[in-house]
């Protein structure tokens, strides 16, 4: 069923960028494809190749509408968002590099390593370069018509895009057993000797303007999931007349929720003002995660098992919602704070507190 749309803020705030109102003018078919979806990407896919125009680039002043945007889609199915904010940030990379953009077509970003999967590009005689190994990871890589991939170069590694639609793509079948994202196949890919195009110099795709904004962008996706956990929360309580631990959970989701739309609006600012640095991606991403984790959590608490055995809808919420968390790595990614922390200080001489 339909969803109102999510806001961070009961302001009534429009971003003012204009880049991009073509593609602006499909945002309603986009979340009608959501309510299509049903846990099945391919509504989204149809609706992101009919899309006429350029997606919006974040952090060029459209940064609040568009993480409002996949919060929304999230909250009507994650399997739609899942489909929706790589396409996004492809565009992003894509204009950030100054690539324009092709009309009819669906992306992906592949950006994930592996210690058993290894993929490498070679400069080729003529100028060109080509893909020889394997690519862990690559969500909806046998229904998307273009990839954003990362590989291996002699100077490092480097982005490269391609069609996935010609010889020597070979995405992987079966094994995707995932009762999460059971419909989003995110199995390796075989590259043999594949005509690729650079984007930006190696080492670029990580240390590009935009890099932090797309990270903390899929906190947005991961926010929308947990709207939706909360409506089906509030739903119960309504259903009848709550006890005070069936009130208290539904004002801690009610609370973490306020906090993480608080945090999501002030780093769109950010983004916008070109202020929002690795730090705060960080910090958004964990923020918001743990607010996500802890609404699942409060949800199986509130209404017990039957919602997950019985009602199709939020039993396929609750499962994908906990894959997709997964995208944060819990204490790994806060030491990686840590280390961006301890540099930061060693550069400014002084700690940010």
Same mark, same amino acid.
Request: glycine fraction near 12%; aromatic fraction near 6%; charge should be neutral.
């Given at each position: 069923m339909d ?11 429009r971003?003012?960028s ?7 003018s499909?945002e309603?078919a ?7 979806c ?5 509504a989204m896919l ?5 899309a006429q125009g350029a ?14 945007l ?20 492809a ?9 324009g953009w ?6 992906g970003?592949?950006?994930a390593q ?8 070679a ?8 893909l020889?190994?394997?690519?862990p990871?690559?969500s909806?890589?046998?229904q998307?018509?273009h990839a954003?991939?990362t ?8 982005l490269f895009?391609?069609?996935?639609r ?5 995405p ?7 009762r999460g994202?059971?419909q989003?196949p995110?199995g ?6 594949v ?5 930006g110099?190696?080492?670029w ?6 890099f932090a904004v797309?990270g ?17 929360l509030?739903?119960? =309580?309504? =259903? ?12 801690? =989701?009610?609370r973490l929720?306020a906090?993480?739309a608080a ?13 929002l640095? =690795?730090i705060?991606?960080?910090?958004v991403?964990g ?6 984790t ?5 949800s ?22 906990g894959?997709?968390?997964r995208?944060?790595h ?21 700690s940010p507190?």
């Amino acid at each position: 069923m339909d969803q109102p749309p999510v806001s961070f803020s009961t302001a009534n705030q429009r971003s003012g960028s204009k880049s991009a109102e073509t593609w602006w003018s499909s945002e309603a078919a986009v979340r009608a494809a959501a309510v299509r979806c049903q846990g099945n990407p391919e509504a989204m896919l149809r609706a992101l190749q009919s899309a006429q125009g350029a997606p919006p680039a974040p952090a060029a002043g459209d940064t609040r509408r568009l993480w409002e945007l996949l919060a929304s889609v999230a909250a009507t199915d994650l399997v739609a968002a899942r489909a929706l904010e790589p396409h996004l940030d492809a565009a992003g990379i894509l204009s950030q590099a100054g690539i324009g953009w092709q009309d009819g077509t669906t992306w992906g970003v592949f950006a994930a390593q592996s210690p058993t999967a290894k993929l490498e590009a070679a400069r080729l005689p003529g100028g060109g370069w080509m893909l020889n190994g394997t690519k862990p990871w690559c969500s909806l890589a046998a229904q998307l018509s273009h990839a954003l991939v990362t590989a291996g170069t002699p100077h490092g590694d480097r982005l490269f895009m391609l069609s996935l639609r010609q010889t020597g793509v070979e995405p992987a079948t079966g094994g995707w057993v995932s009762r999460g994202m059971a419909q989003l196949p995110s199995g390796a890919v075989d590259f043999d000797a594949v005509p690729a195009q650079p984007v930006g110099v190696a080492g670029w795709y990580l240390t590009r303007p935009g890099f932090a904004v797309g990270g903390a962008g899929v906190a947005a996706c991961w926010f929308g999931g947990a709207v939706g956990i909360y409506r089906h929360l509030l739903r119960s =309580a309504q =259903a009848r007349t709550p006890d005070q631990l069936a009130l208290a959970w539904l004002g801690e =989701a009610e609370r973490l929720l306020a906090g993480a739309a608080a945090i999501l609006e002030h780093a769109a600012g950010l983004a916008d003002a070109g202020q929002l640095d =690795a730090i705060a991606a960080h910090q958004v991403r964990g923020q918001v995660a743990g607010a996500c984790t802890r609404i699942l959590q409060l949800s199986g608490q509130a209404t017990g098992p039957g919602p997950l055995t019985a009602d199709e809808e939020h039993a396929r919420r609750a499962a994908d919602l906990g894959i997709y968390l997964r995208q944060h790595h819990a204490a790994r990614d806060d030491a990686a704070l840590g280390q961006l922390v301890l540099d930061s200080v060693a550069t400014a001489g002084r700690s940010p507190w």
